[in-house]
């Protein structure tokens, strides 16, 4: 793929995930993503939206973990204006897991999100997904 330009390497990513209809192919899927370096913009935004927010599923455990495990090294640093989205999109996946929302608590903090606490006495933390979060 190193000779596909960022736009192609892309679109050949969002096809295979298109097709995927398991996680191990979505592993390969986010593994081909990763190993073809795209640092173009356009292209990277085009891979988190088409082929990384579908995968944070909240019906599938197993397919929101593998996106969790990818994030750090797919989406930093992160497309100009989908902080929030990418936000939105892990907290509405990991909400119904204690498990998941804890890692998803420990990727995000490493990227640079900001917490805030919520429920009984501030004893959850909560991705912030606004702007500055």
Not at 51 to 74: K, Q, S
Request: aromatic share 4%; glycine share 8%.
């Amino acid at each position: 793929m190193s000779d596909l330009g960022d736009h192609e390497a892309a679109s050949l990513v969002t096809d295979r995930a298109a097709q995927c209809t398991n996680n191990t192919e979505r592993r390969a899927v986010l593994a081909l993503w990763e190993g073809a370096g795209i640092t173009q913009a356009a292209a990277r935004r085009q891979l988190v939206e088409e082929v990384l927010l579908p995968i944070l599923d909240p019906r599938n455990a197993g397919a929101t973990e593998l996106a969790l495990e990818f994030l750090p090294r797919l989406v930093a640093p992160i497309p100009q204006g989908m902080k929030r989205q990418i936000a939105e999109a892990v907290d509405r996946a990991t909400s119904a897991s204690d498990k998941l929302h804890n890692k998803a608590l420990t990727v995000m903090t490493g990227l640079g999100y900001s917490t805030t606490s919520t429920g009984w006495f501030g004893r959850r933390r909560k991705i912030r997904t606004d702007p500055e979060g």
